[in-house]
């Protein structure tokens, strides 16, 4: 699938999300009425409708236009002999435009070089697209690779979605980070928290950082899904390196 130098030429990301305010009465009344909107939609697809002061606690985060994003990690593999490593990077924080600025700075300087590609698990319906939303939003330059996505023709986007990868052109199922570890042989990313425990750890903890090392555990599980598709070793744990610590 990819060689061993390809591999070595893609970053691999994931993004943490959380709600626009902690609750919805903290939303500016004209969102508030626009949530309200939102909410009967989506009340439609449950069993059990739900208030919109309860469905903005629980999926508010997921769409960009009532969500902010709270944490980018970002990882990159290296052979050194036939052991592939892994280096990590996190932007984390309250201030959702330093930490896309952050990113930016780095992004762009990685994909100057045309065989450099993006990946990320589901990222071309949700990583991709919510972090191109949220630089427009916070009016910040798009980084390159995410304004392509607007303008270049399809084969022309340097971006790789292990569930794509996955699918093999099946559009019936959404398959998991977390099952497809499981499928493939890879250890679970789900230690300690998981997605829909986010907003908590943000607004209640105020504990951006274990919400990064949770992030970075997911990059890490994406580079190792795809090295197994690859048929390449996993990585080991004393072969991945975080600035967390």
């Known amino acids: 699938m990819y060689t061993r130098s390809q591999l070595e030429n893609i970053l691999f990301l994931d993004i943490e999300t959380v709600s626009l305010t902690a609750d919805y009465a903290d939303l500016p009344e004209r969102f508030q009425g626009l949530w309200d909107k939102k909410a009967v939609?989506?009340?439609?697809?449950?069993?059990?409708?739900?208030l919109s002061e309860d469905l903005f606690r629980n999926r508010a985060a997921i769409f960009a236009e009532f969500g902010k994003?709270?944490?980018?990690?970002?990882?990159?593999i290296k052979f050194e002999g036939d052991r592939p490593t892994f280096r990590l990077k996190s932007y984390y924080g309250a201030d959702e435009g330093k930490l896309l600025v952050e990113f930016g700075q780095m992004l762009d300087p990685f994909m100057a070089k045309p065989s450099r590609n993006l990946c990320a698990h589901n990222g071309k319906e949700f990583d991709f697209p919510y972090l191109g939303r949220r630089?427009?939003?916070n009016g910040i330059e798009l980084p390159t690779a995410l304004a392509q996505i607007q303008t270049a023709k399809p084969w022309e986007v340097r971006l790789i979605d292990t569930m794509l990868l996955w699918k093999f052109g099946d559009y019936k199922n959404f398959t998991s980070l977390e099952l497809l570890c499981a499928a493939m042989g890879v250890p679970t990313p789900k230690d300690d928290i998981d997605g829909s425990q986010v907003g908590r750890v943000f607004w209640e903890e105020n504990d951006a950082r274990r919400i990064a090392v949770y992030c970075e555990k997911d990059v890490l599980a994406t580079a190792q899904v795809l090295l197994r598709m690859c048929r390449q070793d996993l990585i080991l744990d004393g072969?991945?390196?975080?600035g967390l610590g």
């Open 41 to 50: 939609l989506l009340n439609k697809r449950e069993a059990e409708p739900q």
């Open 69 to 76: 994003v709270v944490c980018i990690s970002c990882g990159y």
């Open 135 to 137: 630089y427009l939003i």
């Open 239 to 242: 072969d991945v390196q975080s």
